[in-house]
């Protein structure tokens, strides 16, 4: 398993730049009601763009929030656990624990209970495991290395493997295709 370390800098009064935050993230949830626990650690969130380079404040300490706001991002760290098949899931409880407002819907969730579109253009990025991203048609095979832009599209995660799938996403406000 990879280990998370996150670096955040900033100015000091004089303007000189210094290292505000040196952990492992301090916004770090598990969502329960995925078996096996989704673990998501917040890194860092704008709620405007451009976005203010000027922050001294921890911006990822707030409720988890599934989407960004309007004109916002967010940079976060996702460790999905092994999936057995047949388990049943609560996709209800799931997305009320990410603050989403795009849940999945009947027609939707025929492929996976989590098949769900958001209004952003995510950036991912397979650390370690394994990983199938499920589409309305067809599905791709993911391992570490692989790079991902998802525009806004219906999408679930899958882990079909023995491990967990450790991913870096930055998700960036977008306009609904």
Known sequence: MINLHRVVTGHDDAGRSRILFDDAGTNDVTIDSWPGGLKITELWVTDEAPANAGFREDRATRPLQHDPVAGGTIFRWLEFPPETEGESFDAAAIFDALGSDNRPSSEMSTRHFSMHRTDSVDYL?????????????GEAQLGPGTCIVQQGTNHAWVNKGTEPCVMAAILVDAEAS
């Open 125 to 137: 990025v397979i650390l370690s495991g394994t990983m199938t991203m499920v589409m309305d048609d």
